[in-house]
């Protein structure tokens, strides 16, 4: 038998699952919006995408929220694939943290 994967949750205790509900935020639907692209122009698939999140440690799947590990598998994706440079993409946003803003221009 190989190691269960970290998104493999089948039987386990859920506990209390949260019921309250929140507006999708707008880098959120922009992150989606993306991906989806980025699946219809085939740069990407779903199958390879999975992989990506599948692979995080489970500390940081754990600490991430959905929409994080969306966007880490994502970027990390693409950066296997050529499409980000990982240092360009590095010194980018570490000039937008240190900026403190949001704005990319």
């Known amino acids: 038998m190989t190691e269960k994967l970290i998104t493999d949750i089948g ?3 859920a506990g209390v699952v949260p019921q309250e509900g929140r507006d999708q935020l707008f880098w959120e639907k922009q992150m989606i919006a993306t991906f989806n692209l980025l699946q219809v122009k085939g740069i990407v698939v779903t199958d390879e995408f999975r992989r990506t999140v599948e692979e995080m440690s489970a500390e940081y799947y754990a ?11 994502m970027v990390q994706l693409l950066i296997e694939k050529g499409v980000l440079d990982a240092d ?13 803003t949001r704005d990319h221009v």
């Open 88 to 100: 360009g993409f590095d010194k980018r946003a570490e000039k937008i943290l240190t900026a403190g």
């Open 63 to 73: 600490d991430s929220t959905f929409y994080g590990r969306r966007l880490d598998g």
């Open 11 to 13: 039987g386990d205790s």
